[in-house]
């Protein structure tokens, strides 16, 4: 059976592929984030948040485990490594979104996100930054009706990502809140916010970032 575990150059912790970032050493002697891991040659894989990676960047840990990973010292490390990262992460999970929209896996719109949700057909949540708390709070019910989890903290994930990007990303208009409907479609996308929730430091919660209250208004044809 194949070993898909790999150990954090930072901690020294052994976990799954999927709870890592695999930084690539390119052939101009860059290093870069590969969130999909697909870039050939030689990889290093992290697993810590964003503010352990950029003291260890600070303080020159980090080149010292890449070193020892590559088995080189002939290698670059951009000072802004931890931003690139993060805008990797986040354009990784607004590209899975938008794939997702395009073969029908998902739902947007608050009325037909509610019915769904209350009917027990949605296997994961989310909201835009800048969406309402009274409209996060009133489908997060729903959701917890739908899945017989009434008076748990079940509730939507909260991005750091506003309506104007994830409608750019979904092609579509106004996405405030999308529902994924597709049990598998549900896991790809857990499994690319998971890695953002690692580098943000809050892969404990369920929510990225806290709705934002004096948001917009929602449009109704979200």
């Not at 976990?15 to 999909?36: K, W």
């Not at 802004?80 to 805008?87: K, N, S, V, W």
């Not at 990225?208 to 209250?213: D, H, K, Q, Y």
């Amino acid at each position: 059976m194949t070993d898909n575990t790999r150990r954090c150059i930072l901690s020294g912790e052994r976990e799954g592929r999927d709870g890592l970032i695999r930084l690539a050493l390119g052939p101009d002697g860059q290093v870069a984030p590969d969130v999909r891991a697909r870039a050939p040659g030689r990889g290093a894989w992290v697993g810590v948040d964003r503010s352990t990676f950029e003291a260890a960047l600070t303080k020159g840990k980090l080149k010292g485990a890449l070193a020892r990973a590559y088995k080189t010292s002939d290698f670059v490390v951009p000072d802004d490594l931890a931003e690139r990262i993060d805008a990797a992460l986040k354009q990784a999970v607004l590209d899975r979104l938008g794939l997702e929209a395009r073969a029908s896996m998902l739902l947007t719109g608050s009325e037909k996100i509610e019915v769904a949700a209350r009917r027990g057909q949605v296997s994961l949540l989310l909201h835009a930054a800048d969406a309402r708390s009274d409209g996060c709070r009133k489908l997060d019910q729903a959701w917890r009706v739908g899945m017989e989890r009434e008076g748990s903290d079940l509730a939507g994930t909260v991005l750091p990502v506003d309506r104007a990007h994830l409608s750019m990303a979904m092609g579509r208009d106004n996405v405030v809140h999308v529902a994924i409907t597709d049990k598998r479609a549900a896991a790809r996308v857990s499994e690319m916010l998971s890695r953002w929730q690692v580098f943000l430091g809050c892969a404990n919660g369920t929510h990225i970032a806290a709705p934002v209250s004096q948001a917009a208004p929602e449009i109704a044809v979200d």
